[in-house]
Nanobody, 118 residues
Framework: QVQLVESGGGLVQAGGSLRLSCAASGRTFTNYVMGWFRQAPGKEREFVAAIRWSGGSTNYADSLKGRFTISRDNAKNTVYLQMNSLKPQDTGVYYC???????????WGQGTQVTVSL
């Protein structure tokens, strides 16, 4: 059974930083793309960043390039999202996602709240 457990969210002032973690378990994720998505109040869930577990290639939402960095630790089976220069519009629930390459099969974590205050 696949489990994705996010942590690291919280309240931070604008300009600050947070690092989110997603601990993945339940299978080998070699053939998966791991991603972060977010959902602001009253808005649809949107893509933030993704990383291929094998090879480590990354992809980012254009608007977030340069401020957010996704990475993974193979030994810990954990994916991270480093968020710098945070803005109030970054507020939302951040979700971890695991998608099996070439298939619609995917899993979601429960989400972690990020709140950026002025």
């Amino acid at each position: 059974q696949v489990q994705l457990v996010e942590s690291g969210g919280g309240l931070v002032q604008a300009g600050g930083s947070l690092r989110l973690s997603c601990a993945a378990s339940g299978r080998t994720f070699t053939n998966y793309v791991m991603g972060w998505f977010r959902q602001a109040p009253g808005k649809e869930r949107e893509f933030v960043a993704a990383i291929r577990w094998s090879g480590g290639s990354t992809n980012y939402a254009d608007s977030l390039k340069g401020r957010f960095t996704i990475s993974r630790d193979n030994a810990k089976n954990t994916v991270y999202l480093q968020m710098n220069s945070l803005k109030p519009q970054d507020t939302g629930v951040y979700y971890c996602n695991a998608r099996l390459l070439g298939t619609p099969s995917e899993y979601w974590g429960q989400g972690t709240q990020v709140t950026v205050s002025l």
